[in-house]
């Protein structure tokens, strides 16, 4: 009886003293929960699956990245323009959205190490004859507000003489497309095959540009550099460990 009653206050006394433990531990290391935004849909990056739980190599690589360096953070899917304007407002302290890396984003933004490459493409609905973007004259196009494929597209206009209408989010912009509205919806490559093989769009890549881009996380230029410092040495470590191919491959093959 006595036995027991020492080792129960014996135990009680060893959780307290864990419970301030950690609680020193937090104070310590200042932590914080980074506010991250990302797109709503732009599988395989970030979309919401079957059962509403969000996922995608963004997401994945995001998690990955935050274990090896210990920073705990929390995601909203805003939309890709409106994720890229939180973190310009200070509202978020990053965003991971399959965003591209370029020089006028890269004065309003600092980037991580790339973590992937990408080609911006259009696509057309399954029986159109369109395969080129001479094939766009007089037609109305779809495209995503705020990204590199709606400027590429607006640029392409110019030249051949196709109207750009915008959207908010990538799904509008396929449904334009496969109910007739829009002769075509300019996109990521990868996100639009992915669309197409993977999850049963009724659209086919009519063209690839050669304009390349890689896409990287960012934050608000000369704002959190830690962050960025965390990301990258995250991603080094997960790249060497294996962990990185394992998520690509798991969204990709
Ligand atoms: N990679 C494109 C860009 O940065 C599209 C990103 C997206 O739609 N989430 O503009």
């Known amino acids: 009886m006595r036995m027991k009653r020492v080792l129960a206050v014996g135990l009680a006394a060893v959780m307290a003293l864990s419970l301030v433990a950690c609680g020193g531990n937090k104070k310590a290391s200042g932590e914080k929960t980074y506010k991250i935004a990302t797109d709503t849909t732009f599988a395989p990056f970030e979309y919401e699956n079957k059962d509403g739980k969000r996922e995608g190599i963004d997401l994945e690589l995001l998690e990955a990245i935050s274990k090896e360096e210990g920073f705990k953070y929390e995601v909203s899917a805003l939309g890709f323009d409106a994720a890229m304007a939180s973190v310009e407002s200070g509202e978020s302290d990053g ?123 960012a934050v608000k230029k000369g704002d959190n550099a830690e962050l960025i410092k965390k990301f990258n040495s995250g991603l080094e470590k997960i790249k060497k460990s294996g962990k990185y191919q394992e998520i690509i491959d798991k969204y990709t093959k």
């Open 95 to 217: 965003m991971i959205a399959g965003m591209s890396i370029n020089k006028k984003r890269q004065e309003k933004y600092d980037f991580s190490q790339s973590y992937y490459k990408s080609q911006v493409c259009f696509a057309v609905a399954k029986d159109s004859k369109i395969t080129s973007l001479k094939d766009l004259k007089g037609k109305t196009v779809a495209a995503k507000v705020g990204t590199v494929g709606s400027e590429y597209s607006k640029k392409m206009a110019k030249k051949y003489n196709f109207e750009v209408k915008e959207f908010d989010g990538s799904s509008t912009m396929y449904q334009e497309v496969t109910s007739g509205n829009a002769a075509a919806c300019f996109e990521d490559f990868p996100v639009m095959s992915y669309e197409i093989n993977k999850k049963g769009q009724k659209l086919k890549v009519a063209y690839t540009s050669n304009e390349g881009s890689e896409y990287g996380f």
